[in-house]
Each structure stands twice: as C-alpha cells, then as structure tokens.
C-alpha cells in the first residue's frame, strides 16, 4: 500500500492586526518550519504534530510513504495569497511527482481547519478541492483537525473522512493523525466511499467555554463518545469552531462517516440536538483585568501552590501578538509580589535587554507594537538566553521552541517577565524553566494562553483566573466586528440577538 502524506496548517483570526505570510511558515516558533519530502519523515516522526501520529501507524502497518510538503504558522491575522499559493505549489507539486512514480492508495492531509486565505476563506475545502481534482474521485483523501476549525461542507465533500482531536488543551494530536490514517485503511478496505452527514450549530462557544477538562464541554464530548457508538458510525467529529474567522461558515459543527447514510444521519442528527441543548451551559465566566489581579493576589495570600492567570485575549494561539501589556501593568499597579508573566513578545526589547547584559539596568517601552500600547519601564535584565528550549508538558512535549534572544526581567519589585523576540503561546513549564524559573515555585503566573495552559498549567495550580485585559483574542465574540457571518448564527450562548 502507498500513501501520501502532507499538510498545510494555519488558525486565522480575521480581525487580528498581523497578516500571516510566507516567513511565519519558516520561522513558527515552537514548532517545525516548512517541511520537503527530503525531511518531512524524520522531523515530524519525533515531533507533537498529529502527522506523527499518522506516520508510525503507516510505518507500523508497513505501508510505503510518499512524503509531501507539509507546513504550520502560528496564528494571526488572514493567510496572505502568496503563503497560500507557495505552500499549495509545494504540496500539489509533491504529490504529482508522487503520482508520476506510481499510483497511490490514499491521501493523509495534517489540516488545522480554521485557515482563512486571503483569496479563499473556506481555505481547507480549497485544498481538499485541489486534491481531490488531481487524484480524481476514486482515491481516498482522509485528514486531521484541529477541532477549532471551521468545518465546512466543501471540506466534507471532498474529503473522504475527517478526525479533529477529541481534547482542548490538545493532548491527543497525534491520536487524531492516527485515526485520520485508520479511517484511510478503513475506507480502501470498504471499497466504496463513506456516507458523510455535516450539521452546523447555531450558536458560536466562546474559546474558553471550549475547554474539554471541565463541563459543558466535557459532557459534551461524553455524549458524543456515546452516540458514536450507539450508532455505529466510523467517525463522529466535534469542531468547537474558531470565532474570530469572519466569513459564514464560522462556528460549531459535526460531521459522521459511516458504512451507511441512515447511521451517518442519525448520529449527525442526535448530537446537533444534544448540542442545541446545552447551548446556555457554555456561557463563559471571565474577570476584568484589575478584579482579576486582586482577586489573584487574596488567593495566593494564603496558597502554597501558584495562582495561575490565563491572559486570554492576547493568547498567541488565538491570532494575538503575545504583547500587550494590560495585564502586566496591573500586576505592577496592584504590586503583586511574586509574579511571573510569560511572555510578552518584543524583539526590540530583548535586543536591548542583551545589549545591556544581566544585571544592567535599562529603559524599555515594552510591548504594546500590536496595538500601540507600550509600558514605559525600568528594568532590570535578571537573565539572558537564546530563547531554544525543548517542550516537556502534555501538549507539546518534544517540540523544539526557538524564541530568539530572550530575557528575564523584573520592570517593578517582585513582578518578572519573560522577554521574547518570537512569540507563542504559554502553554508548557519549559519555557519558565529555561530562564531558571521553577513555575510551580511561584506565587502568581500569568500566562498569554486560552484554555491550552490547562493541560501543563491546572494540575500545579490552586486557582486559575481567565483574565480580559486588552488583546484582539475577545473573550466574547458578540464584540467583533463580524460582517460575513451566517443568517441565523447567535454569537454568543443563549443570546437571542441573531446575525441579519
Ligand atoms: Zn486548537
């Protein structure tokens, strides 16, 4: 058997201030850069990226790999036209030539699923176009998702079956590449296609409300795991939905794949209503900056263990720069002994930072190049590193992250902050521990993430907060200025105000 496998990964947030171009795919800090045939096996084989999973179960099963390009950005803004079509040519290109050698048996593609082009803004189902046009309709095409994407009926037509991760923080990346690459073996011994059901829910969840450790969401996922198997359907997919993607087919929705229609049917159908169901359970519980600041400073009074502050609308895993400095500027304000803030994104201040050297003492205006909101500060520079750790917690463990220069500071008594000259979200204790900090030493850690610092994060904490200060990653989409969406969608649980 021989399968060919690629991928093409981006989260695009509509409203975020920074296009994502060709340089975020060669540079994505924490993850692998773009990737050729030549090296795809053996940098994605040790790595966190659901292909991993994909590729040891067909080396497993003895299958011949034909390796594609594959390629990841951080999210941000739109995907430009030109790092769509660059990355499109590679991966087209490598899969003709491998066409050219021989004939395939299937297709893995490693898809986020909530990429917005700036030419395609359903830019998954453009690709699953494109490949499915030059294998033809009779060889199977399956991939993997991130479960926020945006799942689109293009992306089902096309596709022969699809399997987002069941887990947000994602832990089960490479479970979903494995069984996007079982549903391929599946599919070529069935001999015919799947029948697919695809319903679209009407409310949008909030990216915190999306957490599966905690209810709604994880009864949710439990009713899934129980319908799929009442219904005996090969797959029954949940994508959350991304709720910054401004174009119709933003949002929740489900997707089954099954030996036949009436199981697809009644498996999509069942779950939709489970989801309409519980639609004002995933109404989101968030405080203001200053409240949240007081509130984690009574906490961490009488704590032993960290409170833990998520900063989740700069999160550089929902399309924010990893730079704005409402939240630090509170915790100086509030002088909150003992915190630590992971990260803010400024290369400018952490040149500085080096030119000065540790133990100097220099002027910075940091952060705040996003959104023109810098935080004038005297500092001291603490520690000084390239910025090249490796990952260690559930997520991302083994993902090399390459920040560039990189300082600890401390801009107020007892508050650090980690200086970055790339971002990423805040999401493993490796980065703390890579400029000698023990996170779970600290009193307060204040983190740019959403939900996804829950799975290194949580288990240390005795509190953990989900902050709003100033950031384009809004807590309540209701807010975004969103002129593209569906009639009828609810931007926010239980809201009875309806798009036009
Ligand atoms: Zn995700």
């Known amino acids: 058997m021989r399968i060919a496998i690629g991928g093409f990964l981006h989260e695009s947030h509509s409203f975020a201030p920074i296009p994502t171009r060709w340089a975020d795919f060669l540079s994505p800090g924490g993850w692998p850069t773009v990737q050729r045939p030549a090296t795809l096996l053996d940098t994605l084989r040790p790595s966190a990226v659901p292909a991993a999973g994909a590729i040891r179960l067909a080396e497993e099963a003895g299958v011949t790999i034909a390796p594609l390009s594959w390629g990841f950005a951080n999210p941000a803004g739109p995907v430009t036209a030109e790092a769509f079509e660059r ?3 590679l991966i087209f290109h490598d899969l003709q ?3 050219d050698e021989g004939p395939l048996d299937g297709l893995y593609l490693d898809l986020h699923g909530a990429m917005v082009a700036e030419h395609f803004p359903d830019a998954e189902g453009e690709l699953l176009r494109r490949a499915r046009a030059i294998l033809g309709p009779d060889v199977p095409i399956t991939a993997s998702l991130d479960p926020h994407c945006n799942l689109t009926a293009a992306m089902v037509q096309h596709a022969d079956a699809l399997a987002p991760f069941r887990t947000y923080p994602h832990v089960d990346m490479k479970e979903a590449g494995a069984r996007a690459m079982q549903l391929l073996f599946d599919r070529i011994a069935l001999g015919r296609p799947f029948a697919k059901a695809f319903r679209q829910i009407d409310y ?18 439990e009713a899934r795991a129980e319908i799929a198997a009442r219904e005996g359907v090969a797959e029954l997919g ?3 939905g991304f709720p910054y993607a401004d174009f119709p087919d933003c949002g929740v929705a489900v997707a089954a794949f099954a030996a036949d229609q009436d199981a697809a049917d009644a498996a999509a159908e069942a779950f939709a209503a ?3 169901a519980r639609e004002s359970a995933f109404a989101p519980d968030i405080h203001e900056a200053a409240a949240g600041v007081a509130e984690a400073i009574r906490i961490a009074t009488k704590a032993e263990r960290p409170v833990v502050m998520a900063d989740t609308q700069d999160n550089p895993g929902g399309g924010g720069h990893g730079d704005t400095t409402g939240l630090l500027a509170e915790l100086i304000r509030q002088k909150a002994e003992g915190a630590v803030l992971a990260l803010i994104n400024d290369a ?4 500085a930072c080096h030119a000065a050297g540790e133990g100097a003492e220099v002027s910075l205006s940091l952060g705040g190049k996003s959104d023109g909101a810098p935080l004038a500060v005297t500092a001291r520079v603490l520690k000084l590193t390239d910025g090249r750790f490796v990952c260690t917690g559930p997520m991302a463990g083994g993902n090399a992250a390459d920040l560039g220069p990189t300082a600890l500071i401390s801009p107020a008594p007892g508050v650090r902050v980690i200086v970055t000259s790339r971002k990423m979200q805040a999401y493993d204790q490796a980065l703390f521990r890579h400029v000698g900090i023990e996170p779970a030493a600290q009193r307060i850690l204040a983190l740019k993430s959403s939900v996804h610092f829950r799975a290194d994060f949580q288990p240390m904490a005795e509190a953990v907060l989900v902050v709003a200060a100033p950031g384009p990653v809004v807590a309540d989409p209701a807010t975004l200025p ?4 569906r009639p009828g969608l609810r931007l926010r649980p239980g809201d009875n105000r309806r798009t036009a």
């Open 87 to 89: 990355l499109a040519a």
């Open 97 to 99: 030539a491998a066409l």
């Open 204 to 221: 949008l969840i909030p990216i915190t409300g999306q957490c599966t450790l905690v209810p709604p969401m994880a009864d949710a996922m």
């Open 238 to 240: 949940l994508c959350f």
């Open 274 to 276: 489970d989801l309409a």
């Open 348 to 351: 400018e201040s952490a040149s």
């Open 482 to 485: 969103f002129t593209r969406l």
